[in-house]
């Protein structure tokens, strides 16, 4: 198995409490030698509290594949970009407003995930984007978050229902909590 992996996270100071946090994510995994796909536990996977919150851990992807009774979805590639905007509301209550984007893709074609393959011409549409607000308890040597995140755009959904409708976005809400910050 080889891999290549690049991720930047970088925060920029708009004055002494409120920040931008931006962060980059893209890898691939490779199988070669005597296996021809990646082990599960070395698989790339999508959603959850640091991730793409609008979606629940490992339930986004690979590319637009769509079962809903399919847990632990994963791929060999793997594209997330995040932006977050941090402010502090009073003391040690603070706030986040963020948009997630990415998915994760296979690299070959396989029966039991269709369409979840990377297609260099298609991929752009495949990207799940996905936005929200938070709530930070910042004790300064630790933060619980709790955040709440809706999808914007849901690939997985037929190719004229994949934008959000605000009729269902209360139903589509993904809670998640965590400690620390995502990114």
């Given amino acids: ?11 920029f100071n708009i004055d002494n409490k409120k920040s931008f946090a931006l962060r980059y994510f893209f890898g691939i995994g490779v199988p070669y030698g005597n296996i021809d796909v990646l082990p599960f536990d070395k698989r790339f996977s999508a959603g959850g509290s640091n991730d793409i919150r609008a979606w629940k851990y490992r339930s986004l992807g690979p590319g637009n594949f769509s079962d809903s009774q399919s847990f632990d979805k994963t791929g060999d590639i793997s594209m997330i970009g995040n932006i977050e905007y941090r402010f502090p509301i009073y003391d040690i209550l603070h706030s986040a407003l963020f ?24 991929f752009y549409k495949q990207i799940a984007l996905g936005a929200g607000i938070g709530i930070r308890l910042n004790f300064g040597f630790f933060v619980f978050r709790l955040d709440a995140a809706i999808p914007l755009h849901d690939p997985a959904m037929t190719e004229n229902e994949r934008w959000l409708n605000f009729s269902q976005s209360r139903k589509r809400t993904n809670l998640n909590f965590g400690i620390g910050y995502p990114f």
């Fill in 1 to 11: 198995i080889d891999y290549i992996e690049t991720k930047s996270s970088n925060l």
């Fill in 99 to 122: 948009i997630d984007a990415g998915n994760v893709w296979m690299l070959n074609k396989y029966e039991d995930y269709p369409n979840g393959e990377f297609k260099i011409g298609n």
